[in-house]
């Protein structure tokens, strides 16, 4: 059964745009629609696109940066420094206690590491640097992995399928099709691989916040999820294990999520707009 919600509902006094009344149309044939308020204005647009180049700008120093002997913490210091120096601000820091202004998840770490002074980069390593930045208000999410000298070649494999599963994700999204589309994309192209997909954690909605609605899930669903209405902006993130898809958090720290089996996991992330003529990256 369809799922009865009355999220599209416009404000008092406003005369209904054509997106006013296609979107009530479709309410009342039962299917999940946006809360109103999910459609960012070009304004917000702007600014979400504004904090999008300093995330890049970040990541794209964290590349160029990255080497072996060097320790997560070293990595983190970089985050900060450059994102202050540009007027912005890490969101993770401080973030439900997270203490720090980025995740550095290291093989089967799957998301969620905590830089640490002693966590050191080695040979044959394959990282996920997480960033997510605040300017003016704005946020905008975004993901690597980098490769630390020369690694196997189930690792290399397990690299660029992660990322090939990020980019089928984006080719699925059209303007008022729905979000299950992304992971009924993305699942049959990891298994194929040989490799299973995260399902605790989710891509989400960004931009005036750090997670917004709707979750974005990587996995293949019968249900159709949210629409995906243009002016909403998301992040695509898939997590793709080595082995099995299950995923625990680690009880110390409250934060790493490590694979089950403990074999590698990748994950590539970008923050998107959805346009009339498809997805906009506002995190290259
Ligand atoms: N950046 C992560 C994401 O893609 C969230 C990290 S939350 C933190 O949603 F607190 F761990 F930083
Ligand atoms: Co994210
Ligand atoms: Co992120």
Redesign the pocket.
Known sequence: MNKKTDNWIIPEGATPTELDKKMLHAQSMGYLVPSRDLIKTSEQIEGIRRSGVVNTGVLDLVEHEIHEGMSTLDIDKLVYKYTKDHGAIPASLGYEGFPASC?TSINEVV?HGIPSADEILEEGDIINV???TILDGYYA???RMFIIGKTTKKKEKLVRVAKECLEIGMKAVRPFGFVNDIGRAIEPWAVKNGFSVVRDLAGHGVGLDFHEEPDVDHFAQRKRGMMLVPGMVF?I?PMINMGTHEVFEDEDDGWTIVTEDELPSAQW?HTFLLTEQGLEILTH
């Open positions: 995740c998301c997480d960033c997510t999410d975004a993901s992040t993130e992330e």
